[in-house]
């Protein structure tokens, strides 16, 4: 069993700057591949991005391609979202995921809010 906790979400101004981070415990994410996905009101919840379990491929979503950086520490067990340049379509609730061949994981996920 993965249990994921994600933090760092709160209000920023647009063209603004946050970093989500998602802590893992229960066991290793090293064989995992790790990533973010995030529901606006009203709206499915939709990918934003991935990384491979080694770290070598990344995967970003079109809507923040270039603005929104994914990276892992499997020494920390956490993962990352560095989301810059941020837009008000970018608010939203943000969900960490963990998965693998046979199995997969959700953090209880944390509120972005861009507004003036």
């Known amino acids: 069993q993965v249990q994921l906790v994600e933090s760092g979400g709160g209000l920023v101004q647009p063209g603004g700057s946050l970093r989500l981070s998602c802590e893992a415990s229960g066991r290793t994410l090293s064989s995992f591949a790790v990533g973010w996905f995030r529901q606006a009101p009203g709206k499915d919840r939709e990918f934003v991005a991935a990384?491979?379990?080694?770290?070598?491929?990344?995967y970003s979503a079109r809507s923040v391609k270039g603005r929104f950086t994914i990276a892992r520490d499997n020494a920390k067990n956490t993962m990352y979202l560095q989301m810059n340049s941020l837009k008000p379509e970018d608010t939203g609730v943000y969900y960490c995921n963990a998965r693998r061949v046979l199995d997969s994981y959700w953090g209880q996920g944390t509120q972005v809010t861009v507004s003036s």
């Open positions: 990384i491979s379990w080694s770290g070598g491929s990344t």
